[in-house]
């Protein structure tokens, strides 16, 4: 099994930036594909950013293209998310997920999740 643990959440101003991390354990981190997700109040979970196993490959919703960078640390275990330039649009619980065959389409484990807040 997969633990997932997001951390770098927080209130920031728009226009700020913040860098999530979720440190993996349990499996081979080199394995796995990562992703970030994300729900706000009243919305719906939405898909922000995937990578691969190898990081060669990612995926941005459109909302955030430009604007937020998704990393690997295979070294260390971790997937970070580049926040930059953010909007009160960004606020949400931010949550890490991994995809064991490696690819980023299904994700079988999540994390519990990071806030973010963006104050306008």
């Known amino acids: 099994q997969v633990q997932l643990v997001e951390s770098g959440g927080g209130l920031v101003q728009a226009g700020g930036s913040l860098r999530l991390s979720c440190a993996a354990s349990g499996r081979t981190f080199s394995s796995l594909g990562m992703g970030w997700f994300r729900q706000a109040p009243g919305k719906e979970r939405e898909n922000v950013a995937t990578?691969?196993?190898?990081?060669?490959?990612?995926y941005y919703a459109e909302s955030v293209k430009g604007r937020f960078t998704i990393s690997r640390d295979n070294a260390k275990n971790t997937v970070y998310l580049q926040m930059n330039s953010l909007k009160p649009e960004d606020t949400a619980v931010y949550y890490c997920?991994?995809?064991?065959?490696?690819?980023?389409?299904?994700?079988?484990?999540w994390g519990q999740g990071t806030q973010v807040t963006v104050s306008s």
């Open positions: 990578i691969s196993w190898s990081g060669d490959d990612t």
């Open positions: 997920a991994a995809d064991l065959t490696g690819r980023a389409i299904h994700f079988n484990y």
